[in-house]
Every structure is written in structure tokens, then in C-alpha cells.
């Protein structure tokens, strides 16, 4: 059974490595995938038999070994108690690095790509987390992340970009939303609603034309708000 560690040192005594393995280790190893794959090893546990007990799958295990895929808060939560460490020690990091949730805010997550251009099958597994302001949950709010593919809504939103939306049916003229068609795509875009009952979904790009589903497209597909976006969110690589 895992025992309770509270630092790096305890988690991989020096004497376990060679000189070479303690510098790939310094690069490697602060990476939540390669903290994983270690934990499970130490426990001798198969990818199998680590998410029967976590109540996730074989495959779920292996992408978060692979890098492939970023647990929510809530599973990483999950998989720190089970080993008996802190998420800082999972995340690579000392205790008392700023790992967890920062004070006054929440953290939600950022569900996998949504393209900005063709309505596109929305993809649900979780890439990333964000933080927001407490105070944004008001009155029970709820809000997610999702990342920009395309460049129909160029120049105001651009591929990478996370936008911050908040969890509503409905929507204001000219709100930005995350819109499903059939039921299953996702696309954002600009809305502009019609006194007839019409939706257009009208990109910033010129070069993509705008869409508009009659009242009865928009009962019978149907196009649905998931979302109004409330704040975009860029990262910049310099």
C-alpha cells in the first residue's frame, strides 16, 4: 500500500541513480505523465490494474503516460490520495510551490479543441485547467474552458487561444458562443438572432461566409447555445 511522501527527496532517493539518470531526471521528471509512470512502477501495478482502481480505464492510464491527455483536477486529486502524495509531489514539484488552486479562485477545466471555422464533432477530453475569479460562480455559474482551432474568427480569436465560457441555453444578439449543430458539433461564433426565429452564425474572417438555419433548422437539427464567451485567454511565445 502507498505510504504518505512529502518531498522529492523521499520519492526518489538519490542512491537509486546514476549521475546521468539525476540529470534526465531534473528534466523528466517534473512532468505529471513521467511522475506517474514512476508511482505506478514503484506500487508494481500493470496500466490495468491502476485504473480499475481509480475507476478509469487502461487507455485513459497510457494517455496520461503519453502526455496525451491532461487529467481534470478532480482525478488528479483522485490519483494523489491513492499514492499517498501531495498534487505538488505529483506535479513534479517541492512542497509549497504554487501547484494548487490559487487563493479566490476555481479552477475549471479546458475541454479539448473546439473549432472556430466547419462545424466540427466536439472533442470532450479535458487538455488543460484555467483559473477564475471566485466570484465569477455567483449564483451558481458555471463555466469551462475550450481551445481555438481554425481562423474563422480571426483576428479577435486566433488558433491556441483558450476562450472562457460561461454554461447558458440562451444568448444575447451579437453574443460570441459556443454553438452545437446536430447536437454534436461545435463551432463559435458570433450570433445574430432573427426576429423569425432564425440563427446566423456569422464568423469575424471575411473569408467565411455567415450561416443561417431557419426556426424550423433550429428545432429540428438542433442548434443549441452551449456557451457565451465571456474571456478569451492568449498565451504569447517569445
Not at 42 to 70: A, C, F, H, V, W
Not at 77 to 82: K, L, M, N, S
Not at 167 to 193: E, H, M, S
Request: hydrophobic letters at 35%.
Amino acid at each position: 500500500m502507498p505510504h504518505n511522501v512529502n518531498t522529492l527527496s523521499e520519492l526518489f532517493p538519490l542512491h537509486l541513480f546514476t549521475h546521468c539518470d539525476i540529470i534526465a531526471s531534473g528534466d523528466n521528471m517534473n512532468d505529471f505523465s513521467e511522475m506517474l509512470t514512476y508511482l505506478r512502477k514503484r506500487e508494481k501495478l500493470s496500466q490495468q490494474e491502476l485504473g480499475d482502481k481509480l475507476g478509469l480505464g487502461k487507455s485513459t492510464i497510457s494517455m496520461y503516460e503519453n502526455g496525451k491527455r491532461k487529467p481534470s483536477y478532480e482525478v488528479l486529486e483522485a490519483i494523489a490520495d491513492y499514492f499517498k502524495v501531495n498534487i505538488s509531489l505529483l506535479m513534479g514539484k517541492e512542497m509549497g510551490t504554487d501547484c494548487g488552486v490559487s487563493p479566490g479562485t476555481r479552477r475549471i477545466n479546458v475541454l479539448g479543441s473546439i473549432r472556430a471555422g466547419i462545424p466540427a464533432e466536439a472533442v470532450e477530453d479535458i487538455v488543460d485547467w484555467e483559473e477564475i475569479p471566485e466570484e465569477m460562480c455567483k449564483g451558481g455559474k458555471e463555466y469551462f474552458g475550450l481551445k481555438v482551432k481554425g481562423d474563422s474568427m480571426w483576428p479577435d480569436f486566433l488558433e491556441g487561444d483558450v476562450v472562457i465560457i460561461q454554461k447558458t441555453p440562451v444568448c444575447n444578439n451579437g453574443n460570441i458562443c459556443a454553438v452545437y449543430v446536430n447536437g454534436y458539433d461545435a463551432t463559435l461564433k458570433q450570433i445574430k438572432l432573427g426576429d423569425d426565429g432564425s440563427i446566423t452564425l456569422q464568423p469575424r474572417n471575411p473569408s467565411y461566409p455567415p450561416r443561417t438555419y431557419t426556426k424550423e433548422e433550429v428545432e429540428q437539427l438542433p442548434v443549441t447555445i452551449a456557451g457565451v464567451v465571456v474571456e478569451l485567454r492568449r498565451k504569447f511565445n517569445f
